[in-house]
């Protein structure tokens, strides 16, 4: 069974930066998309950005600009670094993971970001 590990969330001040890292236990295995979903309480989960192996990416609409998504396929691990953050970024953030071809999903533990003064 691959495992995501995730790293790189905290406590943040409004206009401050973090940088999400997550990464698969076994990098053997072949990945496709591989992206960064989050869920804050009573709200749904909502994709933040996704990235292929190609370096295709797509990001949720109320990131876009401040949030950038890179990937090192040699080390199957996808970073998000989250610039300009606010109070409604508060969530906590799943790594997901496609395995290619077959598309089964995996997800991580989630990691908590918090902003807040």
């Known amino acids: 069974q691959v495992r995501l590990v995730e790293s790189g969330g905290g406590l943040v001040h409004p206009g401050g930066s973090l940088n999400l890292s997550c990464a698969t236990s076994?990098?053997?295995?072949?990945?496709?998309?591989m992206g960064w979903f989050r869920q804050a309480p009573g709200k749904d989960r909502e994709l933040v950005a996704l990235?292929?192996?190609?370096?295709?990416?797509r990001y949720g609409d109320s990131v876009k600009g401040r949030f950038t998504i890179t990937r090192d396929n040699a080390k199957n691990t996808v970073y998000l670094q989250m610039n300009n953050l606010q109070p409604e970024d508060t969530a906590v953030y799943l790594c997901?993971?496609?395995?290619?071809?077959?598309?089964?999903?995996?997800w991580g533990p989630g990691t908590q970001v918090t902003v807040s003064s």
């Open positions: 997901k993971a496609d395995r290619w071809p077959d598309g089964t999903p995996y």
């Open positions: 990235t292929t192996s190609h370096g295709i990416s």
């Open positions: 076994d990098i053997a295995v072949s990945i496709g998309g």
